[in-house]
């Protein structure tokens, strides 16, 4: 409800849920992962005060802690100005204390005289993937769920790293050509560019097909007829004068689902290990998965693995004036990693340095 990557801890008062979220959090602190927090109770709050919850859960590690109750709500961050849903979004686990009453995923603390349990019988509290219990669990069995003492902090934890690890892996990988370029320093459409056998959207195509569950061309409208020969399935742009992140948007918009592995065609020396290479390093966790721009340690933003998550701070920013996919990918936190070929993302994008490719690709040719 809040976050791709979401588990509640809920229970009745005393049950122990701070205590255990606590040791929750630090695991996976030290585990590498940036966490949020979302408190929310029924009695007013102070924000941040020693000894308090959320104070608890920042020194555990969470880096962005949300608290609510019925008057008011807050975020504490380290830094940075953030809305609620950013602030959340940022992280890559959220761990949430409980909003039993809502479906969100949640870790059920039993406690000591087992009250909580009616809650659960008469479908009050919904969606429970796990039970906690103080010692005495002969009389969980008949929910059917995984039960786990309150002290065994490794079965708990790795519990909820298998559920995290399986929901990161369902999220399908999908292919997107971009081939929707206006090409005015080119002067001609770079889709159609013939390097070494094959025009540049055949040979992007080719590239993706293997490594992704479904390929798209993305083009403007204008554009529908002239690549429907390429025989693949064509995303047209929802999203107007916004360049390749119109693309990207239009295509999240029909399948908000999917992570999105974008290419564009102005790579005619991208190759199969480099787009092998971007698939092996992906973190479904992050925003997006990205190469650096060779010397640099700006990412490339047109062969990319986009999440589903990016897909709210991607309009934020485009409703804030910023159209930049560069510019969303260095200010977020995303899986960025060096090219075993930085050759294989040199960009091509006028006459001289299609001339120059070509040369390169085809010595042999002389009409190069």
Same mark, same amino acid.
């Given at each position: 409800?809040?976050?791709?990557?979401?588990?509640?801890?809920?229970?009745?008062?005393?049950s122990?849920k701070?205590?255990?979220l606590?040791?929750?959090?630090?695991?996976?602190?030290?585990?590498?992962y940036e966490?949020?927090?979302f408190k929310?109770?029924?009695?007013?709050f102070?924000? !941040?005060r020693?000894?308090?919850?959320?104070?608890?859960?920042?020194?555990?590690?969470a880096?962005?802690?949300?608290?609510s109750d019925?008057?008011?709500?807050?975020?504490?961050?380290? *830094?940075?100005?953030?809305?609620r849903n950013?602030?959340?979004?940022?992280?890559?686990?959220?761990?949430i204390?409980?909003l039993?009453?809502?479906?969100?995923?949640?870790v &059920?603390?039993v406690?000591?005289?087992e =009250?909580i349990?009616a809650?659960?019988?008469?479908?009050?509290?919904r969606?429970?993937?796990? &039970?906690?219990?103080?010692?005495?669990?002969?009389?969980?069995?008949r929910f059917g769920?995984?039960?786990?003492?309150r002290d065994?902090?490794?079965?708990v934890?790795?519990f909820?790293g298998s559920? #995290?690890?399986? =929901?990161a892996s369902?999220? %399908?990988? @999908?292919g997107?050509?971009?081939?929707g370029?206006?090409?005015?320093?080119? *002067?001609?459409?770079?889709?159609?560019?013939? @390097? *070494?056998?094959k025009?540049q959207? !055949?040979?992007?195509?080719a590239l993706?097909?293997?490594r992704?569950a479904q390929? #798209?061309?993305?083009?403007r409208?204008? =554009?529908?007829c002239? @690549?429907?020969?390429?025989?693949?399935p064509l995303?047209?742009?929802?999203?107007?004068?916004?360049? %390749?992140?119109?693309?990207?948007?239009s295509? =999240?918009?029909?399948?908000?689902?999917a992570a999105?592995?974008?290419?564009?065609?102005?790579?005619?020396?991208?190759d199969? %290990?480099?787009?092998?290479?971007?698939?092996?390093?992906? !973190?479904?966790?992050r925003f997006?998965?990205?190469?650096?721009?060779p010397?640099s340690?700006v990412?490339e933003?047109?062969c990319?693995? @986009? +999440?589903?998550?990016?897909?709210?701070?991607?309009?934020?920013?485009?409703a804030?004036?910023?159209d930049?996919?560069?510019a969303?990918?260095?200010?977020s936190?995303?899986?960025?990693?060096g %090219?075993?070929?930085?050759?294989?993302?040199r960009?091509?994008?006028?006459p !001289?340095?299609?001339?120059?490719?070509?040369? +390169?690709?085809n010595p042999?040719n002389?009409?190069?």
């Amino acid at each position: 409800m809040f976050h791709p990557f979401e588990l509640a801890f809920c229970g009745l008062s005393g049950s122990g849920k701070t205590t255990l979220l606590t040791r929750v959090l630090r695991h996976f602190r030290d585990a590498g992962y940036e966490l949020g927090y979302f408190k929310h109770g029924c009695h007013r709050f102070d924000i !941040d005060r020693e000894g308090k919850d959320s104070y608890l859960a920042r020194e555990a590690g969470a880096v962005t802690v949300m608290i609510s109750d019925p008057g008011k709500e807050a975020i504490i961050s380290g *830094g940075g100005t953030l809305s609620r849903n950013g602030a959340l979004l940022h992280c890559d686990l959220l761990f949430i204390e409980g909003l039993k009453e809502l479906p969100t995923p949640k870790v &059920l603390l039993v406690d000591a005289g087992e =009250q909580i349990l009616a809650h659960l019988e008469n479908g009050t509290v919904r969606n429970v993937v796990a &039970l906690v219990h103080r010692g005495d669990d002969s009389r969980l069995g008949r929910f059917g769920l995984p039960t786990f003492h309150r002290d065994d902090l490794a079965a708990v934890t790795e519990f909820i790293g298998s559920r #995290f690890r399986a =929901q990161a892996s369902a999220v %399908p990988l @999908y292919g997107l050509v971009l081939a929707g370029g206006i090409s005015e320093r080119m *002067g001609t459409d770079k889709a159609r560019l013939n @390097y *070494g056998g094959k025009e540049q959207l !055949d040979a992007t195509a080719a590239l993706l097909a293997g490594r992704c569950a479904q390929l #798209f061309v993305s083009c403007r409208r204008e =554009q529908a007829c002239a @690549y429907e020969g390429a025989g693949l399935p064509l995303v047209t742009d929802d999203y107007l004068g916004m360049g %390749p992140l119109g693309g990207l948007l239009s295509a =999240q918009r029909r399948h908000p689902e999917a992570a999105w592995l974008v290419a564009a065609c102005d790579f005619p020396f991208l190759d199969a %290990p480099t787009i092998e290479g971007l698939v092996g390093i992906r !973190d479904p966790l992050r925003f997006a998965t990205a190469y650096r721009l060779p010397g640099s340690e700006v990412p490339e933003p047109l062969c990319t693995i @986009y +999440e589903p998550k990016s897909r709210q701070p991607l309009l934020f920013g485009h409703a804030g004036g910023c159209d930049s996919l560069s510019a969303f990918l260095r200010h977020s936190r995303i899986a960025l990693a060096g %090219p075993a070929n930085p050759a294989a993302l040199r960009n091509v994008n006028d006459p !001289d340095a299609m001339r120059a490719a070509m040369h +390169e690709l085809n010595p042999g040719n002389a009409k190069c």
